[in-house]
């Protein structure tokens, strides 16, 4: 579904500043795959997601989408089979429309039709129709501008929003980590429920250990631009937070060991 081959991203690249964000990735992600990456600040994380999105083009390698190269196509012309949720609330949507408003726009992604057109009495029902699964009330606030809603509500707004025309792609960046415990813990449920009823290939950036290895069906761990952990199948079930922690460690020790012997 999913094929990224050599991927490298240099920013500054010949300057003093020059930095490495991702070296020579190489990643297949099955159709239904749901996969956590997790790795320290620095480690290349957003940078896959937005290589992947189209904010970025690569300075090497390719990434595919269902067999089709979209190495170099924009963001805007990615947008209509990717789906993403940031990790700031106010991404995804326009505080000044209401929720109708935002719902309708994303229903129309990748169409050319005029807004007006479409909030018509049958969507209008969809839209409170799906509202209502998210059991927070917002299927009576269709009217209601954006902005006034709660990090939380705004986050689940988003989610569904970006899952509305079922993206051939999911791409979650750290979507619950400016939320509070409780509210994170109620949109990582949702975001649980809404991928496994739309069978959605999922890409979620997490720093919660426990929340890669308990959610998805695989977990990558990414260090210095680079994958260095792919944890699937009995592995990953019997894997526990601790587990995981000294794999990263023995990695590190092994990388350092590496760097070490170069300057001999």
Known sequence: MLKISHLTKIFFKGTPNENVALRDINLEVASGDFITIIGSNGAGKTTLLNLISGVYLPDKGKIEINGKNVSNLPEHKRAKFIGRVFQDPLQGTASSLTIEENLAIASLKGQKKRLRFAVTRKKREEFKEKLRALGLGLENRLQERVGLLSGGQRQALTILMATLSKPDLLLLDEHTASLDPKTAQKIILLTEEIVAHHKLTTLMVTHNM???????????????????????????????????????????????????????
């Open 210 to 264: 426990e929340e890669a290895l308990k959610f998805g069906n695989r977990t990558i761990m990414m260090h210095e631009g680079e994958i260095v952990l792919d944890i699937k199948g009995e592995e990953r079930e019997r894997m526990s937070v601790k587990d995981l922690l000294d794999k990263f460690s023995e990695v590190r020790k092994e990388r350092l060991v590496e760097d070490k012997m170069l300057l001999v």
